[in-house]
T-cell receptor
């Protein structure tokens, strides 16, 4: 059974810092990994999708990497801004199972 | 391009009452998902449709939850009767290319059961 863990559960940083969010999964036979952002009381916004054959994806100040063999992904946020404050969720698809989510990392960027 | 639409946004009911949620996916997306997100947790899949057929409903509490997607477009999720532990956000998502495709989520319906 696939399990997804995100560390840390919460993170508070001053504006301008570069930061890394971590995601690990137990079954390395994945189809893809997706990073989402969730603002309080809102739905999920897709940030980046990494296919199993890819090592990383970039979008603006965001960079996500994937290491299937070690069951890990990282989301790198450069030059953080207060508007980046949200919960970041990692989810994987593997085998016949649908998206399995971690519990998320709650990020606060302090101006 | 319009996103995934859901209604209502909020619903408050008493336990043992019934409730229904509606979802309209992104146009052309054949796959539709319903998730339950309890406060502080990641979303958990309840049911997945491919067009109007059920692909996975293994985590749907079938004694009280039901869902349908009759014409392969809109979908409804129903809870009857509701329990206190059903209080959660119900998220609908859709994707173009089945389970391996990128999923796009609606704003969710926040259900409170008193």
């Amino acid at each position: 059974k696939q399990e997804v863990t995100q560390i840390p559960a919460a993170l508070s940083v001053p504006e301008g810092e570069n930061l890394v969010l971590n995601c690990s999964f137990t079954d390395s036979a994945i189809y893809n990994l997706q990073w989402f952002r969730q603002d309080p009381g809102k739905g999920l916004t897709s940030l980046l999708l990494i296919q199993s054959s890819q090592r990383e994806q970039t979008s603006g100040r965001l960079n996500a990497s994937l290491d299937k063999s070690s069951g890990r992904s990282t989301l790198y946020i450069a030059a953080s801004q207060p508007g980046d404050s949200a919960t970041y969720l990692c989810a994987v698809i593997s085998g016949n199972t649908p998206l399995v989510f971690g519990k998320g990392t709650r990020l606060s960027v302090i101006a | 391009e319009a996103g995934v639409a859901q209604s209502p946004r909020y619903k408050i009911i008493e336990k043992r009452q019934s409730v229904a949620f509606w979802c309209n996916p992104i146009s052309g997306h054949a796959t539709l998902y319903w998730y339950q997100q309890i406060l502080g947790q990641g979303p958990k899949l309840l049911i997945q449709f491919q067009n109007n057929g059920v692909v996975d409903d293994s985590q749907l509490p079938k004694d009280r939850f039901s869902a349908e997607r009759l014409k392969g477009v809109d979908s409804t999720l129903k809870i009857q009767p509701a329990k206190l532990e059903d209080s959660a956000v119900y998220l609908c998502a859709s994707s173009l290319a089945g389970s391996s495709g990128e999923q796009f989520f609606g704003p969710g319906t926040r259900l409170t059961v008193l």
